[in-house]
């Protein structure tokens, strides 16, 4: 049975601080949903009703697109093993990008990761708590490397081109609001 909770209690950061991964949900009135599975050390717990994202360089963009046009955002975790729990965060994201006063401040409460190009601030409206009998069991056995030496490969440079050609558009054509100093490039 579900159960509703107005901040993130105790149990529930014990419970995001030990999870390895997580997804993200955005969806505009029109077009697809978007969920996006997250890991690395990119999740911040700010308060009982504050969190925050580092999101990287990606093969698409949707999820500034889509808060662009209605912060509305669920942030998912799952436990893959352990007690069978499934944990929401309702809210709603502010987009912070390179550039942007507060950028410093919020990238500096995570290890540097080159190709950052947002840090979605979360205001959550609403914790929920379910049951996960149905997710299967995983063994965790690490991170991936791949997106810190993808960006390593493209450099500053070749991040921003990337940038500019793949994440300017949600594949629905909805505006990503890259930074201008990006699109002056």
């Known amino acids: 049975m579900a159960t509703f909770y107005d901040t993130i209690e105790p149990q529930l950061l014990r419970f995001i601080e030990r999870q390895q991964m997580f997804f993200v949900g955005t969806a505009a009135a029109d077009g697809r949903v978007n969920v996006s599975p997250k890991g ?11 969190v925050a994202w580092l999101n990287g360089t990606g093969s698409g963009n949707e999820t500034a697109a889509h808060t662009a046009i209605d912060p509305r955002i669920t942030v998912m975790f799952c436990a893959f093993e352990g007690k069978p729990w499934i944990l929401r965060l309702y809210g709603r994201a502010r987009m912070v990008q390179p550039g942007d006063p ?13 190709g950052a190009r947002q840090v979605y601030d979360i ?18 056995v ?7 030496s993808w960006a390593d490969r493209r450099g500053p440079d070749g991040l921003a081109r990337y940038q500019r050609e793949k994440n300017a558009r949600s594949i629905d054509g909805f505006d990503a609001h890259l930074p201008e100093s990006l699109l002056e490039a």
């Open 40 to 50: 690395l050390d990119t999740f911040r717990v700010l308060g009982p009703n504050r």
């Open 102 to 114: 507060d950028w410093e401040e919020l990238t500096g409460l995570f290890p540097p990761l080159l």
């Open 123 to 140: 205001e959550v409206d609403e914790c929920q708590t379910s049951c996960g009998f149905g997710v299967p069991l995983y063994e965790h």
């Open 142 to 148: 690490g991170q991936r490397d791949l997106m810190h």
